[in-house]
């Protein structure tokens, strides 16, 4: 469960390029929803995501994870509740590591490291069993660089180092934004099976309004760092990305000009 | 090239293997350009030698240094992740510092050696020729043993961490890597080493100078470079290793740069030799990668 309360946060304030990127956005997702987010550019949802990670600590408002106050812990102390996916394939692995070196970082997401190997070979076997799930064939590659890899492969093993180990939340930041559509489509999938076993309270922004509609059971829509739109269940269903275009300018009052949103 | 300045080069080259791995932890592995090995060396000589001068054990001596330096990298460290200053003018900061700290350490710019026991006495006894042999022979095994240690180490769930803190800190945070406790322990770390390497350094040259640490970074990270250029590896044993390698490697071509009579180059054109050396490393891989293309295009 995750409840965000009047989250507010301003870059440069007393500036002239302030910027009110969240003006009190709340938001309550209930334990094993999966949430899809959508949003016009500067509407606030990287900001959102990284507040909910500790990546930025808001201003004023409150955030609980499973009723856990998390508002004042920066990303390290709060790791161990919430897993993510960056944007970026580069990201969410060490390129210089091993493919079992950046598992075994992700084994341990969380926990205290001590002086025990990082990688033994019961760790290796289930690694080993974890990666064939992908079908790409990684499991007998442990030991290759993941700078070896490609952005498509990098983000799947991405997704498999923040399902590792149970978390209270799973942070997908338009993790297939930097895919080819083939590949974007197959890391999807692999979302959805991911999110479906571990049963997983998931928030995942992304920039198409199709993706925000076909995966997951609700959606909000983010603007000018509020929520102004919240669908799920039957009318949700019921929808399409033309009626969710049409509610978020009635809603708004006013046309959408970003193309990216009306593309994807 | 005699046989002594052959040992003595030896020698050398594997007191400042030691303080290669130190500047390997910090420049490579951390990512954090650290010149606290200027002030850290000398400081860890300084703590050794008056210990040693003292009447205490040399080996609680070289303990003591190591300690005396792992402060000193915490501090860099510290002023850079606490206070947010740049990397690079806080361990300026400390280096500075430590000229002060060691001359009050000292009591005087130096403090002789000559007669007092070290880590070394023991095997040479009362036959003085036997040092040739025993100084670099244990100086070795003290070499083996630091890195070993450090390949084990960063096999570790804990040296994982601080690989990951260097390589890429927004993802280690992810992971729940408290990755400013990492570059506190990893630049005590460092500078431990290298405090060592002063220590041992002290015991071989029959005292401390307060002059002894400058250029320190420079020959490290000569050491690193010259290893990284000739085995060039991923992997972290590897590495390592190449390091020790270079540093030797290094001290052996200056050796054999002075002694050969025809290039008339003297004691004094160290530094010069130094940087020209550093040089060619760094512009070799480019080089290689060019022949290589060369050779590729035109296949002859």
């Known amino acids: 469960m995750m409840h965000a309360k009047g989250l507010l946060k301003t870059f440069n304030p007393g500036t002239p390029i302030e910027n009110r990127v969240l003006r009190g956005l709340d938001l309550h997702i209930e334990t094993g929803q999966f949430v899809t987010v959508i949003g016009s550019n500067g509407a606030g ?22 009723g856990q106050d998390v508002t004042r812990q ?43 190997r990082a990688v033994k070979a019961e760790l290796r076997e289930l690694f080993r069993e974890k990666l064939s799930i992908l079908k790409l064939g990684l499991e007998n590659r442990l030991t290759d660089r993941i700078g070896l890899l490609s952005g498509g492969q990098r983000q799947a093993v991405s997704l498999l180092m923040a399902s590792l180990k149970p978390s209270r939340m799973l942070l997908l930041d338009e993790h297939t934004a930097a895919l080819d559509p083939k590949t974007a489509a197959f890391v999807l999938e692999l979302t959805d099976q991911v999110v479906a076993e571990g049963k997983l309270t998931t928030l995942m922004v992304t920039h198409s309004m199709r993706q925000a ?52 | 090239m005699s046989l002594i300045s052959l040992m003595g080069a030896l020698e050398i080259g594997l007191i400042f293997a030691l303080v290669a791995l130190g500047v390997l932890i910090s420049f490579r592995i951390l990512n954090f350009p650290d010149l606290t090995a200027d002030g850290s060396f000398p400081l860890g000589g300084a703590v050794a030698a008056i210990m040693i001068a003292g009447g205490q054990s040399p080996w609680l001596a070289c ?13 860099t460290a510290w002023l850079n992740v606490r206070l947010n200053i740049l990397q690079l003018l806080a361990s300026i900061l400390v280096m500075i510092a430590l000229y002060s700290i060691n001359l009050r350490v000292m009591g005087a710019p130096n403090v002789a050696l000559i007669g007092s026991p070290t880590v070394f006495s023991p095997l040479i006894g009362e036959v003085s020729e036997r040092a040739m042999w025993v100084q670099p022979g244990v100086l070795a095994a003290i070499v083996v043993a630091a890195k070993l240690l450090l390949d084990a180490y960063f096999a570790s769930q804990s040296g994982l961490a601080m690989r990951a803190t260097g390589a890429n800190p927004r993802m280690a945070r992810a992971q729940g890597i408290s990755t400013n406790r990492a570059i506190l322990t990893g630049m005590a770390l460092s500078n431990a080493l290298i405090a060592l390497g002063g220590a041992l350094y002290v015991q071989t040259q029959g005292g401390a100078d307060i002059s002894m640490g400058v250029g320190t970074i420079v020959v490290g990270l000569a050491a690193v470079i010259i290893g990284e250029t000739l085995i060039p590896s991923r992997s972290l044993w590897v590495i390592t290793l190449a390091t020790v390698l270079g540093a030797i490697l290094y001290r052996l071509f200056i050796a054999l740069a002075l002694s050969a009579d025809f290039i008339g180059l ?3 054109d160290l530094n010069l030799v130094t940087a020209v050396l550093v040089g060619l490393a760094l512009v070799l891989p480019t080089l290689k990668a060019k022949l290589r293309k060369t050779v590729k295009g035109n296949p002859a």
């Open chain 2, 266 to 268: 003297q004691a004094q």
């Open chain 2, 63 to 75: 303990a003591a240094a190591m300690l005396a330096g792992a402060a000193a990298g915490w501090v």
């Open chain 1, 213 to 264: 509609l076909d995966h997951g059971d609700r959606t909000v829509m983010l603007h000018q760092g509020r929520v102004v739109l919240d669908v799920s269940g039957e009318e949700r269903a019921r929808m399409d990305v033309p009626d969710l275009l049409a509610m978020f300018e009635r809603t708004r009052g006013e046309a959408i000009t970003d193309d990216a949103l009306l593309l994807g």
């Open chain 1, 74 to 116: 920066n990303a390290w102390q709060r790791a161990g509740l919430v897993a993510r996916v960056f944007q970026d394939p580069m990201a969410g692995t060490c390129e210089a590591l091993t493919i079992e070196e950046n598992l075994a970082l992700a084994w341990q997401r969380g926990e205290r490291r001590g002086l025990g």
């Open chain 1, 45 to 66: 949802k990287s900001t959102f995501l990284n507040a909910i990670s500790g990546d930025l600590l808001v201003d004023s408002g409150s955030l609980h994870l499973d």
